[in-house]
C-alpha cells in the first residue's frame, strides 16, 4: 500500500467512524473521555519512564504533565455532562404572528467530522496523542486522526494504543481514534489536504505550522484549521511596581524563563522596562539568578541545535551584550541558560530579535520612556500572552496599557508569569498571528471544543425528532436561549 | 490619490476609529444600532423608490425588506442590551489549592478589528449596505467598511450617507462606518489584502466570494473571511406527504420557486422525489402553476443574462424534460419561470445539473428509490438548506435522513419552503462549503456576530481594571459561567 493509499483508508475509516461516534450520548462520551483518562492512569508507571526516555524531562514534570493530560479529558467529560456547551437556542412558532407565521425554529452545535490533530514535542502527554486537542476533537463528538511526533515516538505509540483499547472498551466504533507515524512531510500534507478531513489542529513552530497552512490552502474547500506556533509573550516592568521589590521579581522571572529549559510556548522571551535604578537592580540578580541554573537536556537534539544556532546569532553580532548566563558549561543537548539586554531603539531596528528563540532564553529591553514602550508594543506581531508587573498606580498612570496589551494577545496577565497555563473554562491559549492560525479560538481549556462544532439549525422539527437538547421538555437540563430568555427550565 | 493610496487611508481611517469605537459601552453601541435604524426608517419615502428604480424589486417586497433591515439592526441592539452574547466566564482564584495555587482566570469576547462588507445585489436593503453582515460588524464593536454592491450604487450612496450622518449624532468616532465605490476587482482584492483588515463579509455569487477567497490566501496573516455564496437547497417529497396532498405541496412549491424571481440564496433548485402517481399529480399541478406565473424583470441585465444563458445550456441537452414554464414570453430583463425533470441516474451523471442556476428555475429529479435518493443526497455539496416534505411516519421509515441532511447542510427544514429566513438567535444561515467559506458561522440572525468576535483572557486583573462583564458585581446583570455555573448574580 502506498502511502496515499494508507491516508486515503485512515480517513475512510475515519468518515465511516464519524457516522456512528456522533451519535454517541453526551453521557456516553463523557464516560469514554473518563474511561480514557482512567486507562492512562493505569499505566502510569509505564508511560513516566518512556516519556523521561524520549523527551529528556525530569520525572516530576513529566509525573505533574500526565495529571494535567487526564484531568483535561475528565475536564471534557464534565463540559459534556453538564451539556450547555451546546449553545442551544429556541425560538418557538408564533403561528398567529403577521404579516406572516412564525416557524419554529431551534438550533445547536454538532461536531464538524474528522480532524486531524498534531502532536507537539514540547509536551509529550499534555499537547500530543492524548493531549488537549485530541480531548477537545473527541468531547465535539468528531472523530480523530493523531499525527505522532517523531520526537517521543515509542511514548505515542504506546499512548495511542492504550487509547485505542478504551475505544473498543467503551462500546466506541472501531476507527474513532487513529495512527499515523509516518513521518514524512508527504504524510502530513496528504492528511491535511484529504477530502474527508474537516479539521486540522497543531501545536509547535512556526514553520512547521505554516507549512500546514499552506497545504490547506490547496484544498478545494476550506477547513478550519488551527495552529498555535508560540510567541515571544512579552513581560512590561512598570517603574512604581519595580521599585518596590526588584530582587524578588528578577527570581520570579529567572525561574520563569528557565523552567523546563524555556521550552513553553509561553515563555517570557522579551522584558521590557523603562531604564531606572530599579531596573538595574533587578538586572544584577537576574545575573545572579541565571548563573545558578543548571543547564539540563533538550527535548531532542533537533531542538538544542536550533536553539544554539539562534543564541550564537543574536550574541555575534554587536546588538545586544549579556546580562546573565549558567555558571555552569552545558554539554550533549543541554540548553544553556542565557539572558541579554539591549537598548529599545536597537530592538526596534533590528527585527531579527523578535523572533522567538525557543529555549532558556530571554531578552532585557531597557526603552527610554513609555513613548518608546508603546512603540516597541505597537511594533509586535500576535501574541499568546502579554504580562503587566505593575501596581494599580502603575496601570492608572498609564491608562492606555490594557487596551494596548489586549490588542496584541489572547491572554493578559497581571503580576504573575505567563508560564502556567491553567485548563479552565476561562482560559484563552491563543491570540492574533502569528501566534495562531485563527484569532477566535484556543487550543487550552474547555472552550477548545469550539473549533470543532458547527451549528445546526432545525426549523419545524417535531418534539420526538429533534436531538434531546433541543427537545422542549429539556431531558438534559441544561442552559438554553428560550425566545431570547436564557433559562434551564422545561419548555413543557 | 492612486486606488491603492485611496484604499488605504480608508483601512488607516477604520483602525484609529477601531481604537475608539470598540471602547464604546454596549448600550451607547446599542443606541447607535437603534439610531442607524430610525434614521433609515425616517427616509423610507426615499429609499424605496430608489430601490425600485435600480433593482426592479416590486415596492412591496422592498417595504418588507427595508422593515426587515431596521429589525436586524434593532435585533443586535437588543443583544447588546441583554448583554450575555459576550460568553462571559470567570474562574475564581485558588490561593490555597495544592500543588499549585490558582490564579483569577477570566474571559470574555472582544471585537476583532475592522471588517469590510461586500453587499449583495439580491437584497439591496437586507444584505447590503445596513444590511446584516454591517449590522453584526458593528454590534461587534469593529469598525465596518463596505463595499457599494454595483447594482445598486445611488442607493448604497444615499443609504451610507444616512448611517454616516446618524454615526456622528450619535457621538460615534468619525469613520466608524466608510463606504467604497470603485468597482474594480483591484479594490476588493486591495481591501481583503489590505495589513488593517481584520475579516471579511461577503454575500453573492460562488465565483465572487473565491475570488475574495484566493485574494485572502495571499495575505500574510490569515483573517476570518465568511463568504455566503448560495446553494441549490435540496427538498426531499416523501411518498407518505405527496400522497396525502400532491396538489397543495406543488402550489406551495411553484410560489417558492418563482418568488422574487428565484433571486434568493435559499430557492429550491432541486426537488428530490421516488416514482409515483402522487409525484406525477405533483407535477402535473406544478406545470399548471409554472404556467401562470407572470415574468418580472430581474435585478439587472447581467443577472438576466446568465440567468437565460444557464437555462438554454440546461435545455439544449436532453438530458432534462421541461415540467412547466410560464405562458407569458420574458420580455426586457425579466427571467422566465421554468422547472425541469429529469432521472436519478442522469443527474448523479451530469454534474451541470447540481450547479447553482441563479433565477426562478428548479429541477425535480425522479429517483427510482430511496437508495437511489441517498446516493443523490451524498452526491451533493454544501448546502444552506435542506428540506423535508414528510410526515411523522415517513420520517420514522427513513431513520437516517435526518442525519443525513444536517451532514448536508446549515438549516434542516421539515414542511416548510427553504425560501423566508426568519431573522432571530436561533437562525443559522450557514453550511458546508461551497454555500460558505467557513461551516462555524451563519450571516443571518444574532449569531452572526461572532464571526467578529475573539476571546480575550485576563489573569490577575485588579477588579476596577476588569471590563464590566467581568468585574464581580456583575454591574450588566449578564448570565455568565462562574466557577463552571451558570448564574447571572453578581459575586460580592
Known amino acids: 500500500m502506498t502511502l496515499e493509499e494508507n491516508i486515503d483508508q485512515i480517513m475512510v475509516n475515519a468518515k465511516n ?5 456522533k451519535k454517541s450520548s453526551k453521557k456516553d462520551r463523557a464516560q469514554f473521555l473518563e474511561n480514557l483518562a482512567d486507562a492512562l492512569e493505569s499505566q502510569r508507571t509505564e508511560l513516566v519512564p518512556l516519556a523521561m526516555e524520549e523527551s529528556h524531562l525530569p520525572e516530576g514534570r513529566l509525573q505533574g504533565e500526565l495529571s494535567r493530560t487526564t484531568n483535561q479529558l475528565k475536564a471534557f467529560a464534565a463540559l459534556l455532562k453538564e451539556g450547555s456547551w451546546v449553545e442551544a437556542s429556541i425560538d418557538q412558532a408564533k403561528p398567529d404572528r403577521k404579516p406572516l407565521a412564525k416557524a419554529d425554529i431551534r438550533k445547536m452545535l454538532q461536531p464538524v467530522g474528522p480532524v486531524v ?10 499537547f500530543s496523542t492524548a493531549g488537549g486537542d485530541s480531548a477537545s476533537v473527541l468531547a465535539s463528538g468528531s472523530t480523530l486522526v493523531i499525527k505522532a511526533h517523531p520526537g517521543h515516538p515509542k511514548l505515542s505509540d504506546k499512548v495511542f494504543a492504550i487509547l485505542d483499547s478504551a475505544v473498543i472498551s467503551s462500546g466506541m ?39 500546514l497552512v499552506e497545504y490547506a490552502k490547496a484544498r478545494k474547500n476550506p477547513i478550519p484549521v488551527f495552529a498555535e506556533m508560540g510567541s515571544i509573550n512579552p513581560v512590561v516592568l512598570f517603574s512604581d511596581k519595580l521599585a518596590q521589590d526588584p530582587t524578588a521579581l528578577a527570581k520570579q522571572y529567572a525561574g520563569s524563563i528557565t523552567v523546563g529549559m524555556g521550552q513553553f510556548c509561553t515563555n517570557p522571551g522579551l522584558i521590557l522596562a523603562v531604564k531606572s535604578s530599579s531596573l538595574d537592580t533587578f538586572l544584577a540578580v537576574l545575573k545572579d539568578e541565571i548563573a545558578k541554573v543548571l543547564p539540563q537536556k533538550m527535548l531532542h537534539a533537533g531542538i538544542q541545535k536550533a536553539y544554539n544556532t ?58 527610554e520612556d513609555l513613548s518608546e514602550l508603546e512603540t516597541i508594543l505597537a511594533s509586535l506581531g500576535g501574541q499568546l500572552t502579554t ?4 501596581t494599580e498606580k502603575d496601570l492608572a498612570d498609564y491608562p492606555n496599557i490594557i487596551d494596548l496589551q489586549t490588542s496584541l494577545a489572547g491572554r493578559v496577565i497581571i503580576n504573575d508569569v505567563p508560564t502556567g497555563v491553567e485548563v479552565c473554562s476561562s482560559m484563552i491559549h491563543g491570540g492574533p498571528f502569528p501566534a495562531t492560525t485563527d484569532v477566535r479560538y484556543t487550543s487550552v481549556g474547555t472552550t477548545a471544543i469550539k473549533r470543532w462544532v458547527r451549528p445546526i439549525c432545525y426549523q ?6 429533534l436531538p434531546d437538547e433541543l427537545k422542549a421538555a429539556n431531558p438534559l437540563k441544561i442552559w438554553r436561549l428560550v425566545d431570547d430568555n436564557w433559562t434551564n427550565e422545561s419548555q413543557n
Open 17 to 21: 467512524a464519524f457516522t456512528i461516534y
Open 117 to 126: 490533530v498534531f502532536g507537539a514535542s514540547n509536551f509529550p502527554f499534555a
Open 173 to 211: 466504533p472501531e476507527f474513532t481514534i487513529q495512527h499515523v507515524t509516518d513521518t514524512s512531510f508527504d504524510a502530513g500534507k496528504l492528511l491535511v489536504q484529504h477530502t474527508v478531513t474537516a479539521g486540522v489542529g497543531f501545536t509547535g513552530s512556526q514553520k512547521g505550522g505554516l507549512a
Open 310 to 367: 539562534g543564541l550564537n546569532r543574536i550574541l555575534e553580532k554587536s546588538d545586544v551584550s549579556i546580562v546573565g548566563k549558567a555558571d555552569t558549561e552545558a554539554v550533549d543537548i543541554e540548553g544553556y541558560p542565557t539572558v541579554v539586554k539591549t537598548e529599545g531603539k536597537t530592538f526596534l531596528q533590528k527585527e531579527y530579535l523578535q523572533e522567538e528563540l525557543f529555549g532558556p532564553y530571554s531578552i532585557v529591553v531597557e526603552v
Open 387 to 390: 504580562t503587566l508587573m505593575a
Open 460 to 465: 419545524g422539527f417535531p418534539e420526538n425528532f
